[in-house]
């Protein structure tokens, strides 16, 4: 299963002024990521404190990654990499030297 290291950031033109209404809908936000951290596709998530933007590790298919990261739009927008392992970057390195 492919590995990806996706970079968040919230929309802040979107974030309500009011600290009660922004606090709701980051509380539902949160209660999202949790329920996708149970289901297993993330496998971490992070915020870089004070900055609303972060990072998700998630593993799945190119479709389970859109059908995540889709749910969350127009809140935040997503910068999608994936990622190679140790093993496989080795396996890549001793390719070149056949």
């Known amino acids: 299963m492919a590995r990806y290291m996706?970079?968040?950031e919230i929309d802040r033109a979107?974030?309500?002024t009011s600290a009660?209404?922004?606090g709701t809908a980051w509380l539902v936000l949160v209660e999202m990521i949790k329920a996708d951290i149970k289901k297993g596709l993330m496998k971490?998530?992070?915020e870089?404190?004070?900055e609303g933007k972060g990072y998700v590790i998630a593993e799945g298919t190119e479709i389970e990654i859109m059908n995540t990261t889709m749910q969350y739009?127009?809140?935040a927008k997503f910068e999608i990499h994936?990622?190679?392992t140790l093993s496989q970057v080795e396996q890549a390195i001793k390719a070149t030297l056949k």
């Open 14 to 16: 979107r974030i309500p």
């Open 82 to 84: 994936p990622v190679a």
């Open 73 to 75: 739009v127009p809140y």
């Open 6 to 8: 996706i970079g968040w």
């Open 48 to 50: 870089f404190p004070g």
């Open 44 to 46: 971490d998530w992070g």
């Open 20 to 22: 009660k209404e922004r």
